[in-house]
């Protein structure tokens, strides 16, 4: 059975950091591609980022390149998402997501992606 757990949202300033975790169960993450999705109040959910299986190919949402990083942990079997340089728009519930796929394959599409966490909150302001 697929588990996504995510976990380190919380409240933030502006121009603050959080980490957030993925951790998966049930499956060997490393053969999934990963996306990191969020969702504010009224608007609809969008992809953030992702990370393939295998080799690790990144992708990301222009609103994030530069201030967050996507990465993996083989042997904890979970997905990081780091957050630099956080601003007030990027508070949202954030959803991981997993999707068995072709090596090198990623995507922003919700779509795309089967298996979903319940989310976690994360709050950007002063």
Do not use: H
């Not at 992809?47 to 904890?76: E, L, M, P």
């Not at 394959?105 to 795309?112: A, E, H, N, V």
């Amino acid at each position: 059975q697929v588990q996504l757990v995510e976990s380190g949202g919380g409240l933030v300033q502006p121009g603050g950091s959080l980490r957030l975790s993925c951790a998966a169960s049930g499956f060997t993450l490393d053969y999934y591609a990963i996306g990191w999705f969020r969702q504010a109040p009224g608007k609809e959910r969008e992809g953030v980022s992702c990370i393939s299986s295998s080799d690790g190919s990144t992708y990301y949402a222009d609103s994030v390149k530069g201030r967050f990083t996507i990465s993996r942990d083989n042997a904890k079997n979970t997905v990081y998402l780091q957050m630099n340089s956080l601003k007030p728009e990027d508070t949202a519930v954030y959803y991981c997501a997993a999707e068995g796929g072709i090596t090198g394959w990623g995507s922003l599409d919700y779509d795309d992606f089967g298996s979903w966490g319940q989310g976690t909150q994360v709050t950007v302001s002063s």
